[in-house]
């Protein structure tokens, strides 16, 4: 693999608080393979969050960073507080370089907002991300808290709060796609909670633990589930007499095939930039890889013996900065690499054989990908998800 100069973390997710008040049934965070946060404190302690600013601070000076963006995560970062939270964030803000603006970000199940947090977060220029399964109850079903209740009553209060309450610092909306429900529905009744962005995400699976809907052997499928919700969600999207919302995925999709400049980390070939504190200092790559295996995010770093720096020289990071070089000889060829970009990476995982693989979505991405330069070029392609003729093996179109 070629070496070049690492490119900058830009992005901060820090674990103000490593536990959840929810139990979903799905979470691969605190249901899958991984079980390091057995181990951690519950919480970041405030010596931790002090050195974690620090250590943001002097990667900026660094690398002279004109902006950054500090995501407070978790778990659920609410059960950490508020002023925790507020504290953390000034705390960041006085240590970067003047020049250097904090964008900072809570991602929350919504179901801890109330009026009061929502006022002190806002004050504190915190703008507050949901994550919800859809719009309706039906949809949330098993989203549920410890005590197995529904948490849907909770979250549409908090969601509706922000949305009348402080519309400015309402981030959007973070959503799995579900080839179980009705795309476009889905996608109205999301419309409902007046978000200003939706951001769609794959199920987190891999070829060695595939996601729902696409069977025990991915590799042997003709149907692209996945990729068929997709298309028609966005489709209702493109098709709006007026822009309703962003769509993160499908607006990256059309800049990407239009040759400009996008980063996602479910689609093209921009280096990661990303980077996690857990709430015990460890320094981390991001909580996906831990859908893949035990201990798959670990770096054996953290913000009292390491700089980020350090974590920029992990091969895992170099890896994921090196574009197409870390890509196996099928994506390399692949004339859609520039846009698709192998997929996100933890969905590349074959066990046995690492990352270097394309994404066990390949078939789902290059279906949806097709679909939206065919609308770009005035022409939607024909409905059947993979054209007439074409054989797949091992996943991958021929």
């Keep these: 693999m070629p070496t070049q100069a690492p490119f900058p973390f830009r992005q901060f997710i820090v674990k103000a608080h490593g536990l959840c008040n929810l139990s979903c049934r799905y979470c691969y965070l605190y249901e899958g393979p991984d079980r390091t946060w057995r181990d951690r404190p519950s919480a970041a302690s405030e010596g931790v969050l002090d050195r974690t600013a620090s250590r943001i601070a002097e990667h900026a000076a660094q690398h002279r960073l004109s902006a950054l963006s500090l995501v407070l995560h978790g778990g659920e970062p609410l059960l950490a507080g508020v002023g925790r939270l507020t504290r953390f964030t000034a705390r960041v803000r006085a240590e970067v370089p003047g020049r250097c603006v904090v964008h900072p970000t809570v991602q929350t199940n919504g179901t801890l907002l109330t009026a009061r947090r929502v006022d ?160 015990d200092g460890s320094i981390e790559q991001i909580d996906s890889l831990k859908s893949a295996f035990d201990g798959a995010a670990r770096t054996g770093l953290d913000i009292f013996r390491n700089s980020f720096d350090d974590a920029l020289d992990h091969p895992g990071v170099v890896a994921r900065q090196a574009g197409a070089a870390a890509l196996g000889v099928e994506c390399r060829a692949c004339p859609l690499l520039s846009v698709c970009g192998g997929g996100h990476y933890a969905h590349r995982y074959r066990a046995g054989h690492g990352f270097a693989n394309p994404s066990v979505y390949c078939a789902d991405l290059q279906r949806f990908i097709r679909h939206v330069a065919g609308r770009l070029a005035g022409a939607a392609p024909a409905p059947n998800a993979i054209p007439a003729g074409t054989l797949v093996t091992r996943g991958v179109p021929r």
């Design 120 to 279: 002190a977060l806002t004050r504190h220029g915190i703008r507050i991300g949901l994550s919800l399964d859809g719009g309706r109850a039906a949809h949330n079903a098993r989203r549920v808290d410890r005590a197995g209740r529904p948490s849907w009553p909770a979250a549409v209060r908090g969601a509706r709060l922000l949305a009348e309450r402080c519309p400015e610092s309402y981030a959007g909306i973070l959503a799995v796609v579900d080839p179980m429900t009705d795309p476009v529905e889905m996608y109205e009744s999301l419309l409902a909670l007046r978000p200003p962005a939706i951001d769609l995400l794959l199920p987190h699976g891999n070829w060695s633990a595939p996601p729902p809907a696409l069977g025990s052997k991915p590799a042997d499928r003709v149907t692209t589930p996945y990729g068929d919700w997709l298309c028609a969600v966005f489709d209702r999207w493109w098709g709006a007499e007026r822009r309703e919302t962003k769509v993160r995925l499908f607006e990256e999709c059309v800049a990407l095939l239009l040759g400009l400049h996008a980063s996602t980390e479910s689609l093209g070939l921009a280096p990661v930039d990303a980077v996690v504190v857990e709430t």
